[in-house]
């Protein structure tokens, strides 16, 4: 049994690690939580343990994991400290917010022999795996150029008021913009280059709110990243074209809509797609007419990151986000700003 710590108790812990972690009891057990002021989890849990602070958890010798799920500015010190007291690490991402750190962190967790993976979560959607089977299968044809969006509509500054403070891992670009690039390492691997366009568009903000990438691969296809805090009208997530065909999806967000209207990864309609957000495929027939049609994600849930790193503690199966995967995301994004100063397309190596 791997006894597993959160490093604190808030939204993120309700919807998107707990739910899941309960799921899998033939692997998990909760065996604490970091409350710095109350105990708010003892109405849930009334028998995890309760630390003050990250400090006291990482000195508990008796928990194996730790999910360092704290504010993104303190991801890399929290995680040194995690490896250092010899636990195993899942980072909620952004990884770190520098190459650097990175680096040390994936150093440090092979020197220990200890796992160390982040919490992409979004490549366990329904979408992004239909999106996969349909480019793998070669529905598309050769790939031309693509788009990629997650935008929201927030007029008003973040009421967790440390989000909208200029320090390093915050910003949109690491908040939004990281799961789209996240995407694109899963599904394309690691681009050539980079053009980039980071910038503040709400005239209270002191973080970066809007951030436009290109990411170039080879000299033939191209991925436009976009994420904005002013999107009123949001339209599609995924847009791919192919010399045959065209897959066009909005974002459903169904995981998280319906934990936070109670339902439970147990239910069998969890993660079930709605019919009206089904994405659209255009496919080149055999006697050259386009055929237009509805295709539906499979109903795949966050519960297989968690499965896929308790197999990988008992050493079964690979660790669900390879470290290296999520180091090559924070190396696009330290290009996008380079870009951005520069005002050129960056290479990355």
Known sequence: MIRTA???YGYSTKIFHVPYIAMLPEYFEIAAFVERHGN????????VAVYR???????????DLVIINTPSPSHYSYALAALHANKHVVIDKPFTATVKEAETLIELATKKNLVLTVFHNRRWEGELIALKKIID?????KLIDGEFRFERYKTAPNPKSHKEEPLPGNGLIYELCTHLIDQAIFLFGMPDAVFADICKQRPFSKIDDYCSLILYYGSRFKLSIKSSLLVAHQGPSYIINGHTGSFVKYRANIQEERLSAGMLPSDPDFAVENADTAATLTVLQNDGSLKTEKYHSPAISYTGFYRQLGEALQGKDSIPVEPLDALKGIKIIEAAYKSVVERKVIEIK
């Open 6 to 8: 959160i490093c604190s």
């Open 137 to 141: 299968i070669g529905l598309l044809g």
């Open 40 to 47: 708010e989890s003892k109405k849930a849990y009334p028998n």
């Open 53 to 63: 602070s990250c400090e006291e958890l990482f000195a508990d010798d008796s928990v």
